[in-house]
């Protein structure tokens, strides 16, 4: 099965400053690498995806990056603000991956 | 479109008892999963419904059950109670189609075992 390690697991910044975290994954035929937000009390919920065709993808200010040789990708967060305190999963997925294993989270807080 | 929803949201039941929740995803989704979701372990999977079959199953015993009905709907049992099997139940669906593996979560039911 897919193992599947997300760092750092905490992860405190002061407001305006940039935040990035990181996924490892082990199964080389994963091609899909989702970042889910889950506020507190909330559902996660998808916030930026590339594939593994891609190996940047920005949406205003976060942005993913993927080493598919590494097989590692990122979640970059730039100008961050309290908004943004939450804790981020990150979901390789494709490949034998069927399981749909998630990283163990990041808890990103955000200090104004 | 109406999102996915849980049933119920809250749930209180004691050691040896079963539970059964239930899922009803958003509308022309075709795949359920279920997660079990707990501080110290993330978000576990339990298993993969598609077309009314288990599509794959994640490393829980086998007290962790589920099916899923002709209309996508799906309900997820466990059977004698433990008080390690309190945690946030959240399904999430998807339309499973080509290039669709964006997984869309409920609000998740939360089960405390005395």
């Known amino acids: 099965g897919e193992n599947v390690e997300q760092h750092p697991s905490t992860l405190s910044v002061q407001e305006g400053d940039s935040a990035v975290i990181k996924c490892t994954y082990s199964?080389?035929?994963?091609?899909?690498f989702p970042w889910y937000k889950q506020e507190l009390g909330k559902r996660p919920q998808l916030i930026i995806d590339?594939?593994?065709?891609?190996g940047e993808k920005k949406d205003q200010r976060i942005a993913v990056t993927l080493n598919k040789t590494a097989k590692h990708f990122s979640l970059h967060i730039t100008e961050t603000q309290p908004e943004d305190s939450a804790v981020y999963f990150c979901a390789p997925t494709g490949g034998s991956n069927y399981k749909l294993t998630f990283g163990k989270g990041t808890l990103l807080t955000v200090n104004p | 479109k109406a999102g996915v929803t849980q049933t119920p949201r809250y749930l209180i039941k004691t050691r040896g008892q079963q539970v059964t929740l239930s899922c009803s995803p958003i509308?022309?989704?075709?795949?359920v999963s279920w997660y079990q979701q707990t501080p110290g372990q993330g978000l576990q999977f339990l298993f993969e419904y598609f077309s009314e079959t288990q599509r794959n199953k994640g490393n829980f015993p086998g007290r962790f059950s589920g099916r899923q009905f002709s209309n996508s709907r799906s309900e997820m049992n466990v059977s004698t109670l433990e008080l390690g099997d309190s945690a946030l139940y959240l399904c999430?669906?998807?339309?499973?189609?080509?290039?669709?593996?964006?997984?869309?979560f409920g609000p998740g039911t939360r089960l405390l075992v005395l």
């Open positions: 199964d080389s035929a994963s091609n899909y």
């Open positions: 999430a669906s998807r339309p499973a189609g080509l290039f669709q593996e964006t997984q869309y």
């Open positions: 590339i594939r593994s065709n891609v």
């Open positions: 509308s022309g989704h075709r795949s």
